[in-house]
């Protein structure tokens, strides 16, 4: 097992983002028991107090357990974690669950948008994707969620904020590696596009099959990557 010793930012902060790295590659298992507090000293080559801090603030994500006279063990990826401000990476079961999530959300926000958007809102979705190429996750969330208030329904602006949370360290790797494939991206931005024209056009049905189309073949590229890096891991 390859450990990086501490030496920069936050002490606390490099063992729980290590820690994380390590559950993420498999290194530490959902429900196993993490090494004592003097273990974890010695691995990353940090004080008492960094590493208390550290699983303080895991175990304030959900991502670790403490048990009284116990230890300290992994926990797995926990849905109440969308409403954090902070949460891991989640897995590829996790992914598709979360996809489920959106295929029945967004479908149906597209639809209301198309009911429900004014012109503002459409040009503010035609200007994102005009510099769509060039803004890689950002842009994507931002066309996402100019849909979800368009629909005009707060509730769930909420909801696909949460979910946008709990993907955001994903979907952000996600646009780095294909961010010179100029095909998928050009995959991406068609696919946008004609969501766009389906709520310009005020139809809902379209507008709905459109962005099942889009967050289908997002899901597909997401496990395929997944299943890449654990391969390479």
Not at 5 to 22: A, F, H, L, P
Not at 162 to 178: G, N, T
Request: glycine content about 6%; overall charge negative.
């Amino acid at each position: 097992m390859k450990v990086e010793r501490i030496t920069n930012k936050k002490v606390s902060d490099s063992v729980v983002e290590q820690i994380e790295s390590m559950i993420e590659s498999g290194a530490f298992s959902i429900g196993e028991k993490l090494p004592s507090v003097r273990e974890l000293c010695d691995m990353f080559g940090v004080g008492r107090s960094a590493v208390r801090d550290a699983i303080t603030t895991l175990k304030g994500k959900g991502t670790v357990t403490v048990k009284q006279g116990e230890g300290t063990y992994i926990c797995g990826f926990d849905s109440a974690s969308l409403f954090k401000s902070q949460v891991m990476l989640p897995s590829s079961k996790d992914i598709k669950e979360l996809f489920q999530v959106r295929k029945m959300l967004e479908t149906g926000m597209a639809e209301m948008a198309s009911l429900n958007c004014t012109d503002a809102m459409i040009v503010e979705m035609e200007e994102i994707l005009a510099k769509e190429t060039t803004r890689g996750w950002g842009s994507d969330y931002s066309f996402h969620m100019t849909i979800a208030k368009a629909s005009g329904n707060e509730i769930l602006i909420q909801m696909v904020e949460f979910i946008s949370s709990a993907m955001k360290k994903v979907l952000i790797e996600f646009h780095k590696q294909i961010e010179e494939d100029g095909e998928m991206i050009h995959t991406i931005s068609s696919q946008h596009h004609c969501i766009l024209e389906a709520i310009k056009a005020r139809d809902p049905k379209l507008a709905g099959q459109a962005m099942m189309e889009h967050l289908t073949m997002v899901e597909e590229l997401l496990q395929n990557s997944i299943l890449e890096n654990s391969q390479v891991k």
